[in-house]
C-alpha cells in the first residue's frame, strides 16, 4: 500500500464516504441519544474493535471460497456469525478486564454489533475493497468517520437546544436540516 | 375539577401526539438509512414496506417469548439469529414481487435485519409492558415507516426522474438532484414538520369544538 492509496481510504472511509453522511447508516434513536462525549468515543471503539475483527474473519472465510462461491448469501451469514461471536468473545473480555466500567459497556455492545453501520462498512470493505490490509484500514477509518460524525450530531443538538428554532422544526427535524447540510458539503467534495 | 373533562380532551389529543413525536415509537418508526437513502421510487417503498412488516412482526414476537431475566447479551444474540432468518426469507419474498429492485436496493435488503425498531422493541419494552402492547406499538411503528416512505418516495420519484411505479408522468417541474441521498434529510424534516402543524391544527380544532359542544349542553 502506497502513501496515496492510504489517504484515498482515509480521505473515503472517514469524510467523503461517511456512513452517516453519505446513507444515513448507523443512526437509530439509542445512538442519536448517547448523552456525552466520551460515551460517543467509547462506543466508536467498541465499534472499532467489533468492526476489525469481523472483516479480518470475514478475509480469512473469503480466501476459503471461490470468486463464484463467495455470494452476498454467504457474506450476509458469515457477518451474522462472526458479529456473534465477537461480540460474545468481547462481553467476555471486558467483564475480566474493565471491573466497575462493564455495566456501562455492556449496554453498549448490542448497539455497536446491532447496527446499520456496520453490516455497511462490512459490505464495502469487503466486497470493493480486496485486500486484508486495505480493508482492515478502511473500517478503522470508517469507525473514526462514524464516531467524529456522532459527536457533530451530539454537539449540534446541543447547540440546537439552545437555538430559537420555529416550533414546527424544533427537535428531529432541526437535526436532520443540518445533517442535510453537512453532507451536502461532503456531497460537494466528490 | 371536572377530571372527566380532562381525561375525555387527554383521549381527544392521545392520537396526535403520536404525530408530535412526543411517543418515543414515532421516533422508532422514522428508520433513518431507509427513508434517506432508499426512498427514491414507488416501488423501493413498497418492497422495504413489506420487508419491514415481514422482519418486524415475528422477530419481536418470538423476543417477547423470552424469558424477563435473559442476559441482555445473550438475548441480542437470539434477535440477531431470528431477525437474520426472517430477513433472508422475506428478501426472496421481495424479489418474487419486484425482481427489479435486488439490483437496486442491493444491501439495503439484508439492512433490515440490523434495524432499530426490530432490536429496541424487545430490548426495552418488554420489562413494561405486555406483549400485546409491544406488538401494537411496533405494528403502528411499522405503519408510520411505511406512511412516510410512501409519502417520500412519491415526491422524489415524480418530482427527481418523472415517474411514478416506474411509468412515465409528463410534469411541468423535474429536480434531478431529488434523487440524490442528502435530499432525503431534508425532504424527511419538511415531511415531518408538516405533519406537526397538521396535527396541532386538527388537534386544536378538535379540543375546540368538544368544548363548544360540552358548553351548549351544560345547564346554564
Redesign the interface.
Given at each position: 500500500m502506497n502513501l496515496a492509496s492510504l489517504i484515498t481510504i482515509v480521505v473515503l472511509g472517514a469524510g467523503i464516504e461517511n456512513l452517516v453522511?453519505?446513507?444515513?447508516?448507523?443512526?437509530?434513536?439509542?445512538v442519536l441519544d448517547l448523552s456525552s462525549p466520551r460515551r460517543i468515543v467509547v462506543f466508536g471503539s467498541l465499534f472499532a474493535w467489533l468492526g476489525l475483527w469481523v472483516t479480518l474473519g470475514l478475509n480469512l472465510l473469503e480466501g476459503l471460497f471461490n470468486k463464484q462461491q463467495w455470494d452476498?448469501?454467504l457474506f450476509?451469514?458469515f457477518v451474522?456469525l462472526l458479529?456473534?461471536l465477537v461480540?460474545?468473545l468481547t462481553?467476555l473480555l471486558l467483564q475480566k478486564t474493565t471491573g466497575q466500567f462493564y455495566p456501562v459497556l455492556?449496554?453498549l455492545?448490542?448497539l455497536t454489533?446491532?447496527?446499520?453501520a456496520?453490516?455497511?462498512v462490512l459490505?464495502v470493505s469487503t466486497q470493493t475493497i480486496y485486500t486484508l490490509k486495505r480493508s482492515l484500514f478502511y473500517t478503522a477509518w470508517s469507525a473514526v468517520g462514524y464516531t467524529l460524525a456522532l459527536l457533530l450530531i451530539y454537539y449540534g443538538k446541543k447547540r440546537l437546544s439552545l437555538s430559537n428554532v420555529p416550533r414546527?422544526?424544533r427537535?428531529?427535524?432541526?437535526l436532520?436540516?443540518y445533517?442535510?447540510i453537512i453532507?451536502?458539503a461532503l456531497?460537494g467534495l466528490r | 375539577m371536572k377530571l372527566a373533562l380532562i381525561k375525555k380532551y387527554r383521549s381527544t389529543t392521545s392520537f396526535h401526539s403520536f404525530f408530535d413525536?412526543s411517543l418515543?415509537f414515532w421516533?422508532?418508526g422514522?428508520?433513518?438509512?431507509f427513508?434517506?437513502?432508499c426512498s427514491t421510487s414507488l416501488k423501493h417503498a413498497a418492497a422495504l414496506s413489506i420487508q419491514m412488516f415481514c422482519v418486524l412482526l415475528p422477530t419481536v414476537f418470538i423476543s417477547c417469548l423470552f424469558p424477563k431475566k435473559m442476559s441482555?447479551?445473550v438475548k441480542?444474540?437470539f434477535?440477531?439469529?431470528a431477525a437474520?432468518t426472517v430477513t433472508?426469507l422475506s428478501r426472496q419474498l421481495v424479489l418474487f414481487l419486484f425482481p427489479e429492485v435486488g439490483a437496486t436496493l442491493?444491501?439495503y435488503l439484508?439492512?433490515m435485519?440490523?434495524?432499530?425498531l426490530t432490536?429496541?422493541p424487545a430490548?426495552q419494552l418488554k420489562s413494561n409492558l405486555p406483549t400485546r402492547k409491544v406488538m401494537g406499538a411496533v405494528t403502528l411503528s411499522a405503519l408510520t415507516f411505511t406512511c412516510f416512505m410512501f409519502v417520500l418516495s412519491f415526491v422524489r420519484e415524480l418530482i427527481g426522474t418523472g415517474k411514478l411505479w416506474g411509468i412515465n408522468v409528463s410534469i411541468p417541474l423535474r429536480l434531478d438532484g431529488l434523487s440524490?441521498?442528502?435530499?432525503?434529510?431534508?425532504l424527511?424534516?419538511?415531511v415531518?414538520?408538516?405533519t406537526?402543524?397538521f396535527s396541532?391544527v386538527r388537534s386544536t380544532f378538535q379540543i375546540s369544538e368538544s368544548l363548544r359542544k360540552d358548553l351548549k349542553s351544560s345547564p346554564k
Open positions: 453522511f453519505s446513507s444515513a447508516l448507523g443512526l437509530n434513536k439509542v452476498e448469501y450476509f451469514i451474522i458479529t456473534i461480540s460474545l462481553n455492556r449496554k455492545i448490542p454489533s446491532l447496527n446499520t456496520l453490516l455497511g459490505y414546527a422544526f427537535g428531529l427535524p432541526a436532520l436540516l445533517l442535510g453532507s451536502l456531497y | 413525536g418515543p421516533m422508532l422514522i428508520e433513518l438509512p427513508l434517506v437513502a441482555p447479551i441480542n444474540i434477535i440477531l439469529i437474520s433472508l442491493g444491501v439484508y439492512l435485519a440490523f434495524n432499530s432490536i429496541l430490548a440524490l441521498s442528502f435530499v432525503g434529510f431534508f424527511l424534516a419538511f415531518i414538520s408538516i406537526r402543524v396541532k
